[in-house]
């Protein structure tokens, strides 16, 4: 017999995982807005892991979303963050920004087995 909740599971994880990618956002940068694991993340996606309300309140916010978009079937568009003209990271070439990011990332990973 089918588990109703692995079908809910596997469908919030195929909508956050849609609503990341219209974002344009890897699961590490989605990780890191939500303050949670990119593999938790992935896991999240394929529908392997209960996800807390904590952790559904975090990945809305972190694709500026509404907790309901999470569950809804609707097309809603996703905000793109782009870096402003004004900001420091406006310097940089985009080779340079995905080596930072690939940096940050690296630190982090490093640390938070610390």
């Known amino acids: 017999m089918k588990n109703p909740a692995d079908d809910t599971r596997r469908k919030l994880g195929q909508r956050i995982r849609e609503l990341r990618k219209s ?3 890897t699961q590490e940068e989605l990780g890191e807005r939500a303050e949670l694991n990119y593999k938790f993340i992935g896991e999240l996606e394929r529908g392997q892991v209960n996800v807390s309300l904590d952790s559904i309140v975090r990945i809305a916010e972190a694709l500026r979303v509404k907790i309901g978009d999470l569950f809804s079937k609707e097309k809603i568009s996703v905000q ?3 870096v402003k003209e004004k ?5 940089f070439s985009p080779q340079e ?4 990011k690939k940096t940050l990332r690296l630190l982090n990973r490093t640390f938070s087995k610390v």
Do not use: E, N, R, W
Request: net charge positive.
């Open 97 to 100: 920004l995905h080596l930072i």
């Open 80 to 82: 793109k963050v782009t």
């Open 23 to 25: 974002a344009g956002i």
């Open 87 to 91: 900001s420091p990271l406006s310097k």
